[in-house]
Structures are given as structure tokens and as C-alpha cells.
């Protein structure tokens, strides 16, 4: 299991931890679907991944989170499972932003390479930083854009990168989700099967959409 195609599907697979939390006590169930571009047909189409997960608030300023990537397993016959931690460094005041780290853990199993039928398994940290503006009638929407890596320890250690940009649309305890992200901007995917679509064929360019509703905490 190869660390570039590991990263663009599970990093993509995914939107972005840790935007703001969700409140002490909060419950909040989550899913996204989307992917990097790929050519299909001769088009550019996102892949359909998916995750499913819940974030819940230990305190005002901290979440823990885990999700499952369902995709995973059904096309690519990789078991995905990620958990973290994210936390509020700082809060939003005027033109500001509220400054979000998270730490995640992605835990993969199986084999995605053709020529290696032994598989593999693998666990990939996850580090990210997000910067986020509140917006609208009571601030019930929110811009965001974050940086992050995916690193994994050994054999390696190895890491590509990623920055990311989107909007959480609130309505009441839902919130709608879109993301774009630029995956391993540094990395040649010009020889990788499928064509994945980017700025001078430097990465993979992902969209992401995503649903969320919280039960418990603050509205």
C-alpha cells in the first residue's frame, strides 16, 4: 500500500475536522461524499467516496471524533478507519478567525497495489490547522480554510501535504457542507492510473459535500 494512492483516497475522502467545535455534550452525525477529479470517459468526474462518522464535544473547546470510509472497502478493497482530536487555539473576534488544530489517526488495511497480493497495514497521522469566519444572520454560517499533512511514520517516515478551503451552510442543527481541496500539490500524478486532474498535473484537486446534524449543545 503506496502512500500517494493512500492519501488521495483517504485524505479526500472526507471533509475537513475541527472547523469549529461543536459544544460540550453535543452529538453531532456526520456524512460526505465526494473525491478527487479522475478522467472518466474523458471528463473530469469526483470520485464518489464516502465516510461516515459523529464528532461529540468533551468540552466547548475540544471534540473527539472517528468515521468509517465505506468506498474504501466496497471499490478499492481497503478497510479505513480514522479517529483524532481537534481544539480551538484560538477564538474569533472582529475580522479575526477562530484557529482550529486536529490530530487524526487513519488506520488502513488491505491492498490496493495489483502486483502485491500480501497487502498490507498501515496507520497514517493526520495533522491539520483550520482558520474559519462565522457569517450570516446570527452567524450561522461559516467560511473556512485549512492546511494539513498525511504522514506515515514508517517504513518512512514519509509525509504529503494538502490545503483546503469550503463553507459549512447552517440551517437550525444541520449543516450542509462544501469543500475543495488540493491534495500532495508537490506530488507528480501524471503517471498514476487514472488520470487524476490538477494544476500542472501537481496533485489531485477534490470535492467534497457533506451533511451534519447535532443533537445536545448549544444551537
Not at 31 to 38: D, I, K, N, Y
Not at 179 to 188: F, G, N, V
Request: with cysteine.
Amino acid at each position: 500500500m503506496r502512500l500517494l494512492p493512500a492519501a488521495l483516497l483517504f485524505t479526500a475522502c472526507s471533509t475537513v475536522h475541527g472547523v469549529k467545535p461543536v459544544g460540550k455534550g453535543a452529538l453531532a452525525v456526520e456524512a460526505s461524499l465526494g473525491g478527487p477529479f479522475v478522467e472518466l470517459y474523458g471528463a473530469p468526474v469526483p470520485l464518489p467516496l464516502t465516510t461516515l462518522g459523529a464528532t461529540y464535544g468533551v468540552t466547548d473547546l475540544v471534540d473527539v471524533h472517528a468515521a468509517v470510509h465505506p468506498t474504501a472497502t466496497a471499490a478499492f478493497n481497503l478497510i479505513g478507519l480514522d479517529a483524532g482530536v481537534s481544539g480551538q487555539l484560538m477564538a474569533p473576534e472582529g475580522a479575526r478567525p477562530r484557529l482550529m488544530a486536529d490530530l487524526s489517526f487513519v488506520f488502513a488495511a488491505g491492498d490496493n497495489e495489483p502486483d502485491a497480493p500480501e497487502g498490507g497495514v498501515r496507520l497514517f497521522a493526520q495533522p491539520g490547522l483550520a482558520a474559519s469566519w462565522d457569517w450570516g444572520k446570527s452567524d450561522q454560517h461559516t467560511a473556512y480554510a485549512s492546511v494539513g499533512a498525511f504522514v506515515e511514520p514508517r517504513p518512512g517516515p514519509h509525509a504529503l501535504g494538502w490545503v483546503g478551503g469550503g463553507n459549512l451552510w447552517g440551517v437550525g442543527r444541520t449543516q450542509l457542507v462544501t469543500e475543495l481541496k488540493w491534495l500532495s500539490p508537490w506530488a507528480d500524478t501524471e503517471p498514476l492510473t487514472p488520470h487524476w486532474y490538477a494544476p500542472a498535473n501537481q496533485g489531485a484537486i477534490a470535492l467534497q459535500l457533506g451533511a451534519r446534524y447535532t443533537f445536545g449543545g448549544p444551537r
